[in-house]
């Protein structure tokens, strides 16, 4: 029997084929991957996982693919870094960075995301991709693209970071750049999408793609010892990213290669585009979409389509909600790079941020096992901290320059 059963309605159940579809006919309501578990119960084991490939693809027993992975192989099986800098400064004793800043090959999460909906777009048949994209999403799909030889168009709103752009134009997809908010570009591709028979990844290939992300929460348990954490802190765009590191959390459980979770799933967004942490903080189930105005631009979707559903994953875990402002998020950037040498983009920035929020706040305690996902690249997003760096000591090509500059006496000794 296969391992994928169908796709079914998240809101009303009625199930549908495999395709590459995404919205119920009945009621409008998102479609996503439902699985034999009881098929794949009988083949999966901690052992098997532990002897795959060093790539997220040692867990493609639960991910929606019917044959092996064709694009993006290398993707996936980051770090842990076990952050002890950065935990004793904000009186942590056990916090955990998973750092997919060296995902491979785009330097995002969305690496994850991307192989698995292009390996299922090959399966489907298609031989162009697209996407409407943050920017991340673009660098990978473009990136994969190249690699596995498909028609690409990549959908980009026109303030992007130069970075960014060059990330795209450099593997020589389509590159459109819209006019207008990620909002505008996600609407337009919708009916590109339907006019055109290509696999948008994140619009008719999305319940295929949004799966990927489970390998974030996999990888966590795995590399934990087979333990869950106590709090995961995640960023959010459309919300997706968190709904399935909650759900690939719940499978670990109910397939018995974890023995208990008892994570607390909490979401973080920049003040300047919160729709879904201002909606947990007014204690609603719903969001209200607004117009983006901050520099974490991997992060600004104005009107996140799981929105809801990252409410009710945060909900059902027990976790929180909390957003910071542009300064807080160049401070995050700055004290993750200076604690734990690592280079994160603004969406890191924002995570670091609301991590150290919760911490004062006392919803993550000393003692409580912590994974802070960062998921983007700094050098993706120079723009960002630029002007809040300094500059390099300029000297003579002198040791007299040198040392004169650093105060240093004749026998060595003193600093800047
Ligand atoms: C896309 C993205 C996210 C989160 O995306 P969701 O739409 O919430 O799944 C987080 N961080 C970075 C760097 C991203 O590019």
Same mark, same amino acid.
């Given at each position: ?7 079914v ?119 162009t ?20 030889g ?13 970075? @960014? ?11 459109v ?61 459309s ?25 607390k ?25 607004? @117009? ?86 700094g ?17 003579q090509?002198s ?18």
């Amino acid at each position: 029997m296969a391992k994928m059963k169908a796709l079914v309605c998240r809101e009303c159940g009625k199930e549908y084929p495999t395709k590459a579809i995404h919205v119920c006919e009945l009621c409008f309501g998102p479609l996503e991957v439902k699985y034999n578990y009881d098929e794949i119960k009988k083949g999966i084991s901690r052992h098997k996982i532990e002897s795959g490939p060093h790539s997220m693809w040692r867990y493609i027993d639960l991910l929606p693919v019917e044959g092996a992975a064709t694009v993006g192989p290398h993707a996936g099986f980051t770090p842990m870094v076990r952050a002890h800098n950065l935990g004793a400064y904000l009186g942590l004793n056990e916090l955990y960075i998973k750092n997919d800043t060296v995902n491979h090959p785009t330097l995002s999460f969305k690496d994850r995301v991307v192989a698995v909906a292009l390996t299922r777009a090959r399966e489907l048949g298609f031989g162009t991709v697209a996407c409407a994209s943050t920017g991340n999403l673009a660098n990978s799909v473009a990136a994969h693209a190249a690699a596995a030889g498909l028609q690409c168009y990549v959908f980009i709103p026109g303030d992007l970071e130069a970075a @960014k752009v060059l990330g795209n134009l450099i593997y020589r997809p389509n590159v459109v750049e819209v006019e207008g908010n990620y909002d505008d570009v996600n609407r337009l591709c919708s009916e590109i999408a339907a006019e055109h028979g290509w696999a948008f990844v994140n619009i008719n290939i999305r319940p295929y793609y949004a799966e990927g992300s489970k390998t974030l929460a996999f990888e966590t348990v795995e590399q934990l010892g087979w333990r869950a954490p106590d709090h995961a802190v995640v960023p959010m765009a459309s919300g997706s990213l968190l709904t399935k590191i909650w759900k690939g959390l719940n499978e670990m459980l109910m397939l018995g290669l974890v023995e208990e979770v008892r994570t607390k799933v909490n979401g973080a967004q920049a003040e300047g585009c919160s729709p879904i942490a201002t909606a947990y903080r007014e204690g609603r189930d719903f969001f209200k979409p607004v @117009k983006p105005k901050t520099i974490a631009k991997s992060l600004a979707i104005g009107n996140p389509a799981d929105g809801y559903y990252a409410l009710k994953a945060t909900a059902e875990s027990g976790g929180a909600m909390d957003m910071v402002s542009d300064e807080e998020v160049v401070e995050g950037i700055k004290l993750l790079a200076q604690t734990e040498g690592i280079f994160a983009e603004t969406a890191g920035g924002v995570t670091v941020g609301v991590l150290r929020k919760l911490v004062k706040q006392g919803i993550i305690k000393r003692s409580d096992l912590t994974v802070a996902y960062i998921t983007g690249n700094g050098l993706k997003t120079q723009e960002a901290v630029i002007d809040a760096v300094g500059r390099p000591v300029r000297i003579q090509p002198s040791l007299v320059s040198f040392e004169r500059t650093f105060k240093m006496g004749k026998n060595g000794g003193g600093a800047a």
